[in-house]
């Protein structure tokens, strides 16, 4: 249930970077943006999959939380940190265009 959430979080997130990039900067920078999206997210859950797994014991495993929880939990962190300074935070450039 709770990775349902956490997808929920990504479409809605690449949504606003789409709809952000495509305003300002073109089309060609919005599907940029998804693409860096779509990367961060799949690197990121492959190399927090593998940390998850050694963690987390098998044993412990739950309808409600599992590995595959726990490394999505591990990859929103560095994903709202990135995310953060490269589509939210406005940049001096972009104001003064």
Known sequence: MIELLIFY????????AFTKNWQLRGIKE???ALGIIGL?????????????NLIYPYAWNT????????????LLI??????????I??????ELA
């Open 9 to 16: 979080i990504h479409i809605i997130g690449g949504l606003f």
């Open 63 to 74: 309808i409600y939380f599992s590995n595959d929880t726990l490394s999505l939990v591990l």
């Open 89 to 94: 935070k406005d940049k001096e450039s972009i």
């Open 30 to 32: 919005a599907f940029l």
């Open 40 to 52: 961060f997210f799949t690197i990121g859950w492959a190399l927090t999959g593998t940390i998850a």
């Open 78 to 87: 560095p994903e709202v940190i990135f995310y953060y300074y490269y589509f």
